[in-house]
């Protein structure tokens, strides 16, 4: 099975507007990390946002956040405000604590593109 | 922010060659380096974790006499393709771990487009 499934392969979004990219994941791990990040076509890979399993809140950073809904297994990425330079794919990513060696699992990715 | 170097970033060399590309951690010392690979519009497909001063571990299906890791110092993991084939043209990127970090955030560097002639 998938540990990171992202159903969208590609998103639309006007400038200045918000968007939601999906993501979930599958892990009997009690303890994971969930991550964003962002891939310009210049090829390098942005961290964008970290979110603890165990965390209360929902991660957020500046325009970034995190919709996290543990019991539904998902992690979704919100962009607020989206701006020409956020056009990119977006990858979701898990770290399972009992792999030990805490190598990220991705998932296939979201392109998003913003319309100006 | 972690910051990753890595070089060269962008690489053509003939079949039979041998390629080197290193990662190197620059605000931070890292104690586990990952070693990733990239076809055009897919996903990062880990190839292999460097963990300092110890032999790598590579994911199934990945041949280790064929791309060697050496993780020398807390700063500094490298790899190299050894006997390069077209099929092994792609884009590498490497990853490396903060030790002191409790989210174990692995932070990338910009990654190398290998082509092999």
């Known amino acids: 099975a998938q540990k990171i499934t992202q159903t969208q392969p590609g998103m639309f979004v006007q400038e200045k507007e918000a968007v939601t990219l999906d993501c979930t994941y599958d892990?009997?791990?009690?303890?994971?990390?969930l991550f964003w990040y962002k891939q310009p076509s210049s090829g390098e890979m942005i961290f964008l946002i970290y979110?603890?399993?165990?965390?209360?809140q929902n991660a957020t950073e500046g325009r970034y956040s995190l919709n996290f809904q543990k019991a539904r297994k998902s992690a979704n990425l919100v962009i607020s405000a989206s701006q020409l330079g956020d056009s990119a794919m977006y990858f979701c990513?898990?770290?399972?604590?009992?792999?030990?060696?805490?190598?990220?699992?991705f998932g296939t990715g979201t392109r998003l593109t913003v319309i100006p | 922010g972690a910051v990753v170097s890595q070089h060269p970033s962008r690489v053509i060399c003939k079949s039979g060659t041998s390629v080197k590309i290193e990662c190197r951690s620059l605000?931070?010392?890292?104690?586990?380096m990952f070693w990733y690979r990239q076809f055009p519009k897919k996903s990062l497909m880990l190839m292999a974790t460097s963990n300092e001063g110890s032999k790598a571990t590579y994911e199934q299906g990945v041949e280790k006499d064929k791309f060697l890791i050496n993780h020398a110092s807390l700063t500094l993991s490298t790899l190299t393709v050894t006997s390069a084939h077209p099929e092994d043209s792609s884009f590498y990127i490497c990853?490396?771990?903060?030790?002191?970090?409790?989210?174990?955030?692995?932070?990338f560097g910009p990654g190398t487009r290998l082509l092999v002639l």
């Open positions: 979110q603890g399993s165990y965390d209360q």
């Open positions: 990853s490396a771990r903060d030790y002191r970090d409790f989210s174990e955030t692995q932070y």
């Open positions: 605000d931070f010392q890292a104690t586990t």
């Open positions: 892990t009997s791990d009690p303890s994971y990390g």
């Open positions: 990513a898990m770290r399972e604590s009992q792999t030990g060696a805490n190598n990220l699992f």
